[in-house]
């Protein structure tokens, strides 16, 4: 069963990716883009909603799975739902 | 799948794209637009937004790019053929050979071969496997054989094979002379020596005899083998103008490139010496075409008068090499006299004496006596 498991994720991500990078934040499989200005950008996660905070923000890539975002980032806040 | 580079004229498009549900691979933000990178199928979902297409992108893009610079690209691949068949086709084939035999004998075989003009050159392996195949075709005639791969044409250095035959003896002959002359020595290792250094001998005397006698009776007959030097005598008459002209180098060279195509010789620079002496070197050919490197020096022309004892040295000098010449260059020059010297018209006439010791002597086959 831990095969097979491990097959469909494989396959079929379901596991949401959040990376950092230095002026950029890359956020994999997320569910829905909930709020956007040059500040503040809130996206939902599959049980969560994240809210990015800095200046200049600017999403530079968006895809149904992926999102990449550019600008300062000074702050993540995690809201569970 | 075809990626399409668009430009919007809304400042921040996002909304819109995400409500569209439009996938976007790239987005530059401008002041007072923004360009974005998208997959070409969503291009009907922004049918609404005002757009202008800047480019395409992926396979699509590709073969734009293709289609733009179908000249360049054509020229060159064509570019890359014509390099590639310059550097693998062989267009002569050069057999260096004294013998016009050997070399059609070799040109035959390499024909047969495949190793051709205007043909594909061969690998280093077939080209060792054809010059084995031809040696051992042809083993009494064939010594060494190279086949040179250079650049354009093949040079094929071959070596006879020289079989010595092995002497045909003959039963009965004798040594004679082919001069007059005085004997100087006599080397004999068969037959009877006739004559003593000293005697004197006229052209066509028998100097060793191959029949061996004893107290005036024929005991034995064999073929006489000897070497016989004699003292012979030469007049040798020159004539030399006392006027003549001598090369002066001027030390001012220069290098053209010259070009045959049949029997014209044509030269791609012009040559502005007034005299000069040409060496050329040729660097490339096909067929009736050739080229050449010419490497050119000018000279003066400047005329000079011998002395009278300058122009007898130089008729000695002469009178020697033309002896020499005549009689090879075994002999040796034993004493030499001025006999004459006439000076007439500015020429200057020269009759010389030598004295030469050579060999005189020559084996012929002698026939056996008749019986009576």
Redesign the interface.
Known sequence: MNIRNNIINYLYDKDYIITMYENSLYIFNYKR?FD?NDTKITVTLNDRGISIHGKNL???????DELLINGTISKIEVNDE | MNRVKIKLSIINPIKELYKLQVNVYNIEYHKDFTVITIDEDDLEKIEKLNFEILSFRGLKFILKKLKNNIHFLISIALSILIMYLLSNVCFSVNVIHSKKEIRTLIEDELYDHGIKPFSFKKRFKEIGIIKETIKNEYPNDIEWLEIIDDGMKYTVRVEERIITKEKKSSDFCNVISTKDATILGITSSHGQTLLTPGSIVKKGDTLISGEIKFNEEAKARTCAEGVVYGNTWYKISVSIPLNYTKKEYTNKKKNNLAFELGTKYNRIFKVHFDEYDVDKVKIFGIGNFALYKESIKEYKSIKSKYSKEEALEEAKKRARENLLTNIGDKATILDEKVLQTDDYNSIISVEIFYSVKEIISKVVEAELPTLE
């Open positions: 883009l956007f600017s999403i530079v890539k968006m895809t149904k």
